[in-house]
């Protein structure tokens, strides 16, 4: 079973990007206030104070990530700047797309 924020390809549905209150990646996020990450061997814990919720992040790479989305005027400039290739970035994209809606990160 794979953890909310796989970046690995077919771990996970994909996540619609439409909807009312739906993940923008042409939008500025950033990781949520009442989130703290704690860095581990396999990437990060995220732990929600607000809504108690843990969340796996199964990447160091996803981890820098989410830590410089509110430096990015967009998730996609983030994504241009980052480590992964361009290749990866549906997968990527669906992992932030279900961060978001764990309120692991959230728009700026």
């Known amino acids: 079973m794979a953890c909310a924020a796989s970046t690995e390809p077919g771990d996970t549905p994909p996540v619609p990007f439409d909807g009312p209150g739906a993940f923008d990646p042409e939008q500025r996020y950033g990781l ?4 703290a990450l704690r860095p ?13 919720r843990l969340t796996f992040l199964r990447s160091d790479r996803l981890v820098t990530l989410v830590r410089a989305l509110d430096a990015h005027g967009s998730v996609t400039e983030a994504l241009s700047a980052s480590s992964f290739p361009p290749e990866r970035w549906p997968s990527v994209l669906t992992a932030l797309a279900q961060l978001a809606r764990s309120e692991v990160i959230r728009a700026a």
């Open 32 to 35: 949520h206030p009442q989130v």
């Open 40 to 52: 581990e061997p396999f990437g990060a814990l995220a732990y929600h104070y607000g809504n108690r």
